[in-house]
């Protein structure tokens, strides 16, 4: 189904994202900034940086759209997926956001992190994805199926109290890849919101 700009799950996300986001015109093109609205008409878009709103998990094959169902997972909010190649993002907004800025709190962050990494181990989503971009719901070259409905985290939490999360990797470690890969693993998921913050406040 394509997206419908009326659609109020679609219009808030509209309405969550920076005022000039990160975009893209392919996958594997070069990154642009554009203000809201231009960059809201390319296929790829950055979610908000500094204000967690949606768990965006990224299904590398082409029955994911049911990963939720297979997962015993409530619905997504939003589900885009590539009519060609079937492979989607689903997207599960957050009632309460959490702030991932130069003032947030540790507390959330670290536990919107542990339930975000559960999701992944249920959903067998691609572990290495990073949330920069995500697949643009408003854009026509996409399937949509979105859903009126929004998710505290710790109702989330709930779905996915029994995953084990591994142990983290200790920097420094020979095993594992050593130091290289803790770094990235510990790093993979905030150091873009880092680097547009500067971005920010150095514009």
């Known amino acids: 189904m394509r997206p419908d700009p009326q659609d109020p799950v679609l219009q808030r996300f509209a309405a ?67 009519p060609r190649r079937g492979r989607p993002h689903l997207f599960y907004e957050l009632g309460t956001p959490v702030s991932v800025g130069g003032d947030a709190r540790p507390g959330p962050v670290r536990f919107m992190d542990a339930v975000w990494r559960r999701l992944e181990i249920s959903l067998r989503s691609d572990l290495t994805y990073n949330q920069v971009l995500v697949k643009n719901p408003l854009h ?20 996915v109290s029994h995953i084990k999360l591994p142990p983290p990797i200790p920097v420094g470690s020979a095993i594992a890849g050593g130091r290289n890969c803790a770094l990235f693993e510990s790093m993979r998921r905030w150091a873009p919101v880092a680097v547009q913050t500067f971005d920010d406040d150095s514009a």
């Open 16 to 82: 969550s994202l920076a005022r000039r986001p990160y975009c893209k015109k392919a996958k594997k093109g070069p990154i642009l900034i554009r203000d809201r609205s231009t960059a809201l008409s390319y296929p790829y878009v950055q979610l908000n940086r500094r204000l967690v709103r949606y768990l965006v998990f990224d299904i590398d094959r082409r029955d994911g759209a049911a990963a939720w169902l297979d997962a015993d997972l409530p619905a997504p909010t939003i589900i885009v997926r590539s």
């Open 140 to 159: 026509p070259s996409w399937d949509v199926i979105t859903r009126d409905v929004s998710y505290e985290l710790r109702k989330l939490a709930d779905f």
